[in-house]
């Protein structure tokens, strides 16, 4: 245990004194956020609206796409009971559900308005009011074929920091444990450092336990300064547990440092670690939702984020800390995290190699 200890406080060395990796494992996130936070953090440009029931009249499908072909709306069509929980967890600002009226050429339209955002929810409702009376008269002709009824929704009140920093989170875990932990461990058997560990007593799996703790502990710190300075520049408000939110950074971490371990073991020299690093976590970072809803994704895109552990990662983080949920309502995504943890140790361990393939 002395050893283990020694070693870990070791590779804590190693890292603060290299000044790069100290700028891109603690300065570049939070340079990041707070960029994106002061560029995006004060508004929306768009009207989400959710559209239910659209099937009870031709008049309401025409409506609903003459809606999706109109600059300023985003327009999601699904069932009541989807529509009035992306509602409730503050992701529509109006959800008009349709029905039939009670004449035989009127069309009920009940509108629930998302009150997190009282100025914005208004001009939300003022829109969509002044173009339903618009599209009325274009489709049918006649006014007051449409019986409107509005109702309130105390739903979910965030911005894009409070969005965008779970997804800020994210891509520090992924980036400490795929790129930094990749090129390091492809760096020590480039010199030649586990060769000489094989020759001491000092057994490799506290070395590379050792690692491991150092990296896990770095992303928790990580996480961290991220939140506190959220929580100070751009008053964020965590709704959950920290518990259930240092779960997910914790299994988070194991999750890409497991996948850091992968490229460590096919790589041959750093540059090469480097660029499959650098492959592997682009296009994670951009189709996992952690800049917009991947919900406007093309449907042939949609399997494949659902194959990125970014995508859980970032999903179970704003679940945890915007919506409040506890650790059980997660438990998918906790659960393909652990999985692709312990697929990409094994493999790891499968294809581990002492030595660089031209030694």
Same mark, same amino acid.
């Given at each position: ?31 990041? =956020? ?102 009325? =008269? ?222």
């Amino acid at each position: 245990m002395t050893s283990f200890l020694a070693m870990t406080v070791a590779n804590f060395k190693m890292i603060v004194r290299n000044r790069t990796a100290m700028f891109f494992l603690l300065g570049f996130p939070v340079i990041f =956020m707070v960029l994106f936070g002061f560029l995006f953090g004060e508004g929306e440009t768009r009207l989400h609206i959710g559209i239910a029931g659209e099937d009870s009249s031709p008049i309401a499908i025409a409506i609903a796409e003459q809606m999706e072909q109109t600059d300023g709306f985003t327009v999601y069509r699904n069932d009541v009971d989807h529509e009035m929980s992306a509602i409730d967890d503050g992701d529509r600002l109006v959800v008009i559900v349709f029905s039939e009226g009670t004449g035989s050429a009127q069309l009920d339209a009940d509108i629930y308005v998302n009150q997190s955002n009282p100025t914005f929810s208004q001009i939300g409702l003022s829109a969509v009011e002044q173009f339903l009376l618009q599209a009325e =008269m274009e489709i049918t002709g006649q006014p007051r074929m449409i019986q409107p009824t509005v109702a309130d929704v105390e739903a979910e009140s965030f911005g894009f920091i409070e969005f965008f920093l779970p997804g800020v989170i994210g891509i520090a875990l992924m980036t400490n444990g795929v790129q930094a932990l990749s090129s390091t461990f492809v760096a020590f058997r480039e010199k030649g450092i586990l060769r000489r560990i094989k020759g001491t007593p000092f057994p490799l799996w506290q070395f590379i336990l050792s690692r491991i703790t150092t990296q896990v502990v770095i992303s928790v710190f990580q996480i961290v300064i991220l939140v506190a300075i959220a929580i100070m520049l751009f008053d964020v408000q965590i709704s959950s547990s920290y518990l259930a939110m240092a779960v997910l950074v914790v299994i988070g971490a194991f999750t890409f440092l497991s996948i850091g371990f992968i490229v460590s073991a096919f790589a041959g020299n750093t540059d090469v670690a480097d660029a499959a690093g650098t492959l592997i976590t682009l296009p994670m970072m951009f189709l996992s939702g952690v800049f917009f809803p991947t919900d406007d994704a093309p449907g042939w895109l949609q399997p494949i984020i659902g194959l990125l552990p970014l995508t859980y990662l970032v999903n179970g983080l704003r679940d945890v800390m915007i919506r409040g949920a506890g650790v059980e309502a997660v438990l998918l995504e906790i659960l393909v995290l652990i999985g692709t943890a312990v697929a990409g140790f094994l493999i790891s361990v499968y294809f581990f190699r002492w030595e660089s393939r031209s030694a």
